[in-house]
């Protein structure tokens, strides 16, 4: 080999490693994970995002596209979706997405494991009371009639030879997947999120907590738990939750969300579908813990709906995970769930009471 060729594979040799070690270097910067938070406003509520992964700006905008979506498909006051849809054809199928279907499916399986106490189609109810602009109380015949068409049985799935999705409510029903829709998201989020490489994280969704990974020390993250009151904006306590699949979802329903006050009784936007009532009673939030965002938005709801004694019960038994708080300032926790207690989180005027 002459010296020409000998520097020629020299300089070849040199650019090799120049290149090699330049794009292992644009690999690192990629791949590198960075803390970043944000918040927008979709669904009547907030989102908040505080992720740490390679790429976050990209994997927020992977995130919020599932947020639209859901939100384009399930908004009952936009006419253009999916669920305006069915309530005008009320007594027809009506062909939809395949995430609309799915949706509803969920919803009805959760109707009928709460016994109704979770419905769908109280619809109606919630127009009557006015929770989507003026609240009031409703005429009361005008309550018994809207009562009677409330019922989740009288839903129907169907698919075509197509495969095409239809749902079907019954004459005089209207659907409000208010209480499911944020907790479907929120699932669809995760999905985006881990499709974005994105392993570590709290998603927010009004009160729906999405927690990827299990925090920077592995031990889980600090989430807490509202206070049940008018204008606080502090937890009741806190929790360390994440550190096992089956602690990464939390969703609070209280009546300190959206109410109206009429002679010294709260009204709230949870509605009792045997009685069509809203009134606060005994409780005034009810917290699930669970590894579905789904379920525990659906089911706590649902809890909230039953009561104290039940909720207490289904604490005690397993039958759910969480924290219900009564008008007295009790928290009553899930026996499973005081290792998880951060100490000293308890706020002032508040006492925490094991259930099991
Ligand atoms: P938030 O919307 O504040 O997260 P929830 O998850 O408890 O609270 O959902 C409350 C919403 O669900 C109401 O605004 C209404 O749209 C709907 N809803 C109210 N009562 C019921 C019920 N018993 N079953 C199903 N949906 C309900
Ligand atoms: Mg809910």
Known sequence: MDDTSKNKRRIIAVLLVIALAAAAGVIMYVNRTRSYATVTFHMDTYVSYDINCPRPERAVRKMEAAVKECEELFDRFDPSSEIAKINRNAGEAVEVSEQTYVLMFNALELAKQTGGSFDPTIGALSDLWGFGDEPRIPDQDDLAECLADVGFHKVTLSRDEKGGYYVCIAKGQKLDLGAIAKGYTLNEVGFAAYKAGCREGIISLGGNVLLLGSGQDGSGYKVGVRCPDENSNSSA????????????????????????????????????????????????????ISSDPRRADGLSTAYYVMGIDRTLDALASGEITGVAIDRYGTIYISEDLMDKVVPDSVAEGYELEVVG
Do not use: M, N, Q
């Open 237 to 288: 306590l806190v929790l360390k939750l994440g550190d096992t699949a089956d602690d990464t979802v939390l969703s609070t329903s209280g009546s300190y969300e959206r109410f109206f006050w009429e002679d010294g009784v709260r009204y709230c936007h949870i509605i009792d579908p045997f009685t069509g009532d809203c009134a606060e009673k005994d409780l005034k939030s009810v917290t699930v």
